[in-house]
C-alpha cells in the first residue's frame, strides 16, 4: 500500500475554484479503536461547500491548521485495516459512515479515510458503492428531522420545501411510510415529476404560484400541520406563514430569524426545532454520534427492504467536483451528486 494517496483539499475560504487535487499523506490508524477504509465513494453535501466557502481551515479550538483540509462529510469503501480492539468491523467489510470534512479530522474526498470504528456501520448489501454514497448524510439528516422532531401522524398535511433536493427527496419517502399527506415546493417539471413518484399530492411551483394559497385550496385551511425547510435563509421566515396553527417547523439550513421577530410563531403556538447532525463529531460527543451510527445501520436495512433510494443527479471524479459544488449551491441539481474516487 502506497504511503501517499490522492485527496482534494482547500487551503482558503472562496468559491469552487479554490478547490485543489494533491498528493498527500495517506493517514494512519490513531489508536487500536481505528479503522483505515478504503474511499470508493462519497456524497457532495451542502456542508462541504458551506466548510469549503467558509475555509474550514480551522480546528475545533480555533486554531489555524498547518495541513490543508479534506472535505467530505460521509462516505462509502472497504475497511483495509483495523486497530486490535475493534470488534464491529473487519478487513473487506464494506462500510458507510458519517465522519470528517473538518480541520482536525480530513474527509472522505480522498482515496482513504480513518474513522473510529464506533462509527462505521456496514452499507447496504444491495447498492453500489456510487448508489450508497447518495444517502449518509441526507438520510441521516431527514431521519432526526422526521422520526425525531416531527412526530408525523396518518393523514398529517405537511409541507416540504425542496423536496427534489437530497434531502428533501428522502424525507418525502420517510413521510410516505408514515401515511402523511405531502406537499411539496419544487422550481421546474422535472423536480415535479421526480416528487410526484416518490409520493407527493401536492407539488407547487413557488416562481409560478403562492404557496399560501396552493395549501389553503389543498388543506381547506391555512398552512401545513408540519413544515420541512430544507432551503432555508429567506425560506425560513417565509415558512412561518406556511405553517398552521399549533403547528411544526423542522429547519436544517442556518437562516436569519424574520426581521419582524417571532411574534407570528408566538400567536400561532407553533413548535419550532432544528437538526444540525455535525454537532456531535463539532463538540465530540460520543454519544450521540454512536445514536447516529445506529440510525444509519437503521436505514441501511430500510434499504435493503426496498423502502427507501437515492436519485443520483451526476458522478463526479475529483476534477467535477468543483462544478457540482457550485450546481448544488445554485440549486441545480435533481437528487444527489457524488463523487467517485475507485471502482464504484
Known amino acids: ?39 470508493k465513494a462519497a456524497g ?32 462509502v469503501g472497504v475497511v483495509v485495516e483495523a486497530g486490535r480492539e475493534v470488534v464491529n468491523a473487519r478487513v473487506g467489510d464494506e462500510v458507510w459512515y458519517v465522519d470528517g470534512g473538518y480541520a482536525g479530522n480530513p474527509g472522505s474526498y480522498a482515496e482513504y479515510k ?21 444517502l449518509p448524510v441526507v438520510a441521516l439528516t431527514a431521519w432526526e428531522a422526521v422520526f ?19 434531502l428533501g427527496h428522502i424525507a418525502i419517502q420517510y413521510l410516505a411510510s408514515l401515511g402523511a399527506r405531502i406537499a411539496t415546493t419544487v422550481l421546474n417539471e422535472a423536480k415535479a415529476e ?31 400541520n408540519i413544515v420541512f425547510d430544507f432551503v432555508g435563509h429567506g425560506n425560513f421566515s417565509e415558512s412561518f406563514r406556511h405553517t398552521a396553527a399549533y ?25 419550532i426545532s432544528f437538526v444540525n447532525i455535525g454537532l456531535p463529531q463539532i463538540n465530540r460527543h460520543h454519544a450521540h454520534r454512536l445514536r447516529q451510527t445506529a440510525a444509519l445501520a437503521q436505514i441501511a436495512e430500510l434499504v435493503d427492504r426496498g423502502g427507501l433510494r437515492a436519485h443520483i443527479d451526476r458522478v ?19 437528487g444527489r451528486p457524488v463523487l467517485l474516487i475507485s471502482g464504484g
Open 114 to 134: 480513518v474513522v473510529r470504528s464506533d462509527y462505521v456501520t456496514a452499507k447496504p448489501e444491495k447498492l453500489t458503492f456510487v448508489e450508497a454514497a447518495a
Open 316 to 334: 463526479v471524479p475529483f476534477t467535477g467536483v468543483a462544478e457540482a459544488q457550485r450546481a448544488l449551491e445554485a440549486g441545480e441539481t435533481l
Open 247 to 271: 403547528g411544526r417547523l423542522i429547519n436544517t439550513v442556518v437562516s436569519d430569524w424574520p426581521a419582524e421577530g417571532n411574534g407570528q410563531a408566538e400567536w400561532k403556538n407553533l413548535d
Open 194 to 224: 421526480l416528487v410526484r413518484v416518490l409520493g407527493a399530492e401536492l407539488v407547487i411551483n413557488y416562481r409560478k404560484e403562492s404557496v399560501e394559497e396552493a395549501l389553503e385550496a389543498w388543506r381547506g385551511e391555512p398552512g401545513a
Open 148 to 166: 425525531e422532531k416531527a412526530t408525523v401522524s396518518p393523514g398529517d398535511h405537511v409541507l416540504v420545501h425542496g423536496g427534489a433536493g437530497g
Open 44 to 75: 457532495i453535501n451542502p456542508a462541504d461547500w458551506q466548510n469549503r466557502k467558509n475555509g474550514a481551515v480551522y480546528d475545533s479550538d480555533g486554531r489555524s491548521q498547518k495541513e490543508p483540509t479534506i472535505l467530505g462529510i460521509d462516505g
Open 1 to 39: 500500500m502506497s504511503e501517499k494517496m490522492q485527496a482534494l483539499v482547500v487551503t482558503r475560504p472562496g468559491g469552487p475554484e479554490v478547490l485543489e487535487v494533491r498528493e498527500v499523506d495517506r493517514p494512519r490508524l490513531r489508536d487500536e479503536l481505528d479503522v483505515l477504509v478504503q474511499v
